[in-house]
């Protein structure tokens, strides 16, 4: 949890107030992991589109992505991972994507830095491998034309907590 915000989520925590996460797409990730770490804290999680676990088809080839593990250590800041405009994987209207394009000012403009990325992916497995640790009450609201965070590919994903 951000330090920030720890205080005051410690003092929410304490006197019982209801408290929910909501999270959108890299935000959901951090929604589920701190629910996983913190189970005490949230009285659920609303999770949209979470970036749990990201499509194969836009990651780049494996042997890229190996290398890329490889030599992550000593270039993390590094922008040169292999990324496309997922922007329009995201929206199904153009128009919205256009919109969004243009309007939204924490659209990132270049390539991520290699250790982003890698830490992104290291996230994402830690938290497919632990999601039999999220015993928080989930909602999950997710477009079924995603390909970026394929609802599809990470039903699986949610299995165990779905089966709950």
């Known amino acids: 949890v951000a330090k920030p915000f720890q205080k005051q989520l410690e003092d929410a ?30 009285d659920g999680a609303i999770l949209v589109s979470p970036m749990v676990k990201v499509d194969e088809a836009i990651k780049p080839p ?27 994987k995201c929206f199904v209207d153009k128009t919205f994507t256009d919109f969004a394009r243009e309007n939204n000012k924490l659209l990132y403009p270049s390539k991520p830095r290699l250790g982003t990325a890698l830490a992104v992916l290291a ?3 830690w938290i497919c491998d632990h999601m039999e ?6 909602l999950i609201l997710h477009g079924k034309h995603d390909e970026v965070t394929s609802m599809w590919k990470f039903r699986g994903t949610f299995s165990t907590v779905f089966q709950r």
Not at 62 to 88: N, V, Y
């Open 133 to 138: 640790d999220l015993k928080t009450p989930v």
């Open 62 to 88: 494996k042997i890229i992505e190996i290398t890329f593990r490889k030599i992550g250590s000593w270039m993390p800041k590094a922008p040169i991972t292999p990324t496309k405009d997922i922007l329009d």
């Open 13 to 42: 925590v304490k006197t019982r107030l209801p408290m929910f996460a909501w999270g959108v797409s890299l935000g959901g990730g951090l929604v589920c992991h701190s629910a996983m770490r913190r189970p005490e804290i949230f």
């Open 123 to 125: 996230a994402q497995d």
